[in-house]
């Protein structure tokens, strides 16, 4: 069993800053890409940045400059800094993570794609 665990999202002037983190547990044997989706009202749920263990990050384009993804791999944490927020940047974030988990019997199972419960960012004067 895998869990993520969200937090730090939250109510933000636009031009302020916000730091989501991500905290997977569980029968973890290794974890592969962590990421961050979200999802605004009526809009389909949308990537806004990865990073594959061992890859290159990627942002989408209205996040790049702005937000930065970072990982502390010894935590199987994820974090997102948000700065320069806007109100467009309002949305249900997710964290996402590819993970190789076992069974309690120690077997490691195929890769599988877990997420968080979600976290709501409203970007608001």
């Known amino acids: 069993q895998v869990q993520l665990v969200e937090s730090g999202g939250g109510l933000v002037q636009p031009g302020g800053s916000l730091r989501l983190s991500c905290a997977a547990s569980?029968?973890?044997?290794?974890?592969?890409?962590m990421g961050w989706y979200r999802q605004a009202p009526g809009k389909e749920r949308e990537l806004v940045a990865t990073w594959p263990r061992g890859g290159s990050i990627m942002y989408v384009d209205s996040a790049k400059g702005r937000f930065a993804i970072s990982r502390n791999n010894t935590k199987n944490t994820v974090y997102l800094q948000m700065n320069s927020l806007k109100p467009e940047d309002t949305a249900v974030y997710y964290c996402?993570?590819?993970?190789?988990?076992?069974?309690?019997?120690?077997?490691?199972?195929?890769?599988?794609?877990?997420w968080g419960q979600g976290t709501q960012v409203t970007v608001s004067s």
């Open positions: 569980g029968r973890i044997f290794s974890i592969n890409a």
């Open positions: 996402n993570a590819n993970i190789i988990s076992t069974t309690t019997w120690g077997q490691t199972l195929p890769p599988y794609d877990y």
